[in-house]
């Protein structure tokens, strides 16, 4: 299985460039169709050890200047919705210009996994450039030549995680995509949660402001392994994550303050932090906030736990440094209050106190993480859920704006990971959010999926 990158930004900045480098000479389709411009060039290429297919959005040089803006917009758009990573290329050395920005806003909006590439970056000339890229919000740029095959060691280690969940993606939730009324799912009741395997890591992200103690954690977690399996053993590592078995689960962790520190900016480090906490988010599938307990709760802690949210990752809010906290049961019972207060879209999620320094608390640390993926995996059956919406209406009736009553009529589990669910209904326009949000926390309640993101779509019957 492989998976499909579109290279996309404006004309001039060096897609054709990486994509001949990516392809070599196994260029092996070419958009040719009578009538139709050869503007997507598709072709197989090879980064290392990855495969995967490449698409570039080339060939814009030959529009006039009227529509050439319009063109690069419907052409990129296109090359987004083939695509399962999009590689945004700017030019370093010309820095950010509008256009590079309208394209930013694009890919934000539409794209599911956006790469951030700034090319022409040999030599120093390019650093500002670079700096530059990192104001689009989109994560550390690539610092990439390719027109001299630099970078691509980096274009590769941020693929890498990627291709390995989509690798995950094809052969597990293909049935999920789809909501089939015909189905009779009631044979899936006992069916478990799918658990990672030797050979796919869960992926963990570990993230939060500076300081907090994310790399303390890490090595920690890295020293008691070893302890256990001796020097290095089954720890590999590169500039983004490590790889190991924690306890026996094997996990990738993302160290974000590691990616912080690669980008050797100063200066922008607030900014940073969030955008490579960002980038994380993106590739895990629970993500572990790490606050420090002396300083719990702040603008930048909450940013990236909603954030996480609504990328729609399993959570666990982990609070560090207790050994310092005196007295700690009252500190507890203010940290709960302050969670569910501030944070309400992630009602009972996991909420642990950890030592970084000392290791205690790491089992719990540990144990939530799996409890966290667990529930963001949970299977709900279709003829449960219809019991349950029965009760659930006739509880309390859904309203009737202008005198004529919503009829829910028939609900069903569209997707896992997390759990997204579908409800049949006349007027889903009309359907006011508190009575989406008293199903879904009723949802929550009634199934047991505490903390997880829950995705409910009114969709009305044709
Ligand atoms: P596209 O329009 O985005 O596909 O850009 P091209 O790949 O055609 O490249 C535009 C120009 O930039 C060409 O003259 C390339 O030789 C040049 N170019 C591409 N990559 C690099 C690079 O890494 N460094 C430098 N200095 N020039 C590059
Ligand atoms: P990062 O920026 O999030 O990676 O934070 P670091 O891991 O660099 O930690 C920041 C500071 O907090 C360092 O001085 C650590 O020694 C300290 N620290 C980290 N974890 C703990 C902990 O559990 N207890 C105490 N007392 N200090 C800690």
Redesign the pocket.
């Known amino acids: 299985m492989t998976f499909t990158l579109a290279i996309v ?1 404006r ?7 990486l994509f001949n480098r990516l392809v070599g000479k196994r260029l092996a389709l070419v958009d040719d169709q009578p009538g139709v411009t050869r503007d997507l060039r598709e072709g197989a290429a090879r980064l290392a050890d990855l495969r995967f297919t490449v698409i570039d959005t ?1 060939g814009l040089e030959d529009a006039n200047d009227d529509s050439l803006q319009g063109r690069m917009r419907r052409l990129t758009e296109r090359a987004v919705d083939m695509a399962d990573v999009c590689l945004f290329m700017v030019d370093a050395r010309t820095g950010i210009t509008p256009t590079d920005e309208m394209f930013a806003e694009i890919l934000r909006k539409r794209a599911g996994h956006v790469l951030l590439a700034a ?2 970056a ?1 030599g120093a000339a390019a650093d500002a450039g670079v700096i530059d890229a990192w104001g689009l919000g989109l994560g550390e740029p690539i610092r990439l ?4 095959g630099e970078g691509l060691n980096d274009l590769y280690t941020q693929l890498m995680p990627l291709a390995d969940a989509f690798a995950e993606r094809a052969s597990e939730d293909a049935p999920d995509t789809d909501v089939d009324l015909d189905e009779d799912d009631d044979t899936d009741e006992a069916a478990p949660a799918r658990k990672p395997t030797k050979s796919r890591p869960l992926q963990v992200a570990v993230v939060g402001r500076p300081n907090a103690g994310k790399s303390t954690l890490i090595n920690r977690i890295i020293g008691e392994e070893r302890l256990l399996t001796g020097p290095e053993a089954g720890i590999t590592r590169d500039s983004i994550s490590l790889q190991i078995d924690w306890q026996g689960t094997p996990m990738r962790l993302f160290d974000t303050a590691g990616m912080r520190r690669k980008a050797k900016v100063q200066e922008k480090l607030e900014k940073l932090s969030v955008s490579d906490g960002l980038r994380a988010v993106k590739f895990a599938e629970v993500v572990v906030v790490l606050l420090d307990a002396a300083i719990p709760f702040e603008q930048q802690d909450l940013r990236i736990a909603d954030l996480a949210e609504r990328e729609g990752r399993a959570v666990v809010i982990a609070v560090n440094k207790w050994d310092i906290e005196e007295d700690k049961q009252d500190k507890l019972r203010e940290l709960k209050e302050a969670f569910e207060r501030l944070l309400p879209q992630l009602r009972g999620a996991p909420l642990v106190t950890v030592s970084a320094k000392t290791g205690r608390g790491l089992d719990r640390l540990h144990g939530a993480i799996l409890r966290a993926y667990d529930v963001w995996n949970r299977r709900v059956t279709t003829a449960q859920l219809n019991r349950w919406l029965t009760g659930m209406l006739e509880q309390h009736p859904p309203p009737a704006p202008q005198g004529k009553r919503i009829k829910l009529r028939y609900m069903t589990q569209a997707k896992t990971r997390p759990p997204g669910f579908v409800v049949m209904c006349s007027h889903p326009d009309k359907m006011p959010d508190s009575y989406s949000r008293y199903l879904v926390n009723g949802l929550r309640e009634d199934f047991d999926m505490p903390g997880t993101p829950i995705r409910l779509h009114m969709r009305g019957q044709s």
């Open positions: 930004g004309p001039n900045v060096g897609k054709s460039t080339a090319n022409k040999e030549s390719a027109e001299h």
